[in-house]
């Protein structure tokens, strides 16, 4: 099974509980980022839990050690049920996320790749490689992998094995499941299910991989 992850965008309080209310029972987890915690307060996710829905972290943490540990400490106080990191501050900081995470028997992702036209700039040559072992040597649950290049998403499950790989990018970025089908264990997607007139049908489009 691959989980249909939604990226909720939005940053209207009504406008992101109806989108998630309507698109719940075709989704596994709502990922929430700084548009609507920075538009509603982290408080907000307490809103969002009573859907029953796991939530989904999206800061993309990425500081010193004791920095990443306040961070990763307000999101789990605040009900989430996982979190996002950057690898690129090196193990010690993705460290301090993923012991904070598994301290709240949550879990703890880090970006290998981000999946944007610019990620190519600086996380190609050898990086995502890195950062994808460093996810793996260092006990987060998984990392984050682009559906826009599934090239490379099968290059990095090379290296993290049996651990998760969430993958962005599928919709408005041109990414598509078809070719991660049986790689990546959950496509997130955005803008192709909230900016749709109709949420809940168009995340019930990807109903097929979910089973």
Known sequence: MTDLILALDVTGRDDALRIAGQCAPFIDAVKLGYPIILAQGLSFAGEMAALGLPLIADFKVADIPSTNRLIVEQVFAHGFSAVICHGFCGSDSVAACVDIAHENRGECYVVAEMSHPGAEEFFHGGAAEKIAALARESGADGIIA????????????EIVGKKKIYSPGIGAQGGTFEPLAGIVDGIIVGRQIYGAPDPAAAAARFHSIRR
Do not use: C, G, I, S
Request: hydrophobic share 40%.
């Open 146 to 157: 682009p559906a826009t290049r599934p090239d490379r998403v099968m290059l990095l499950r």
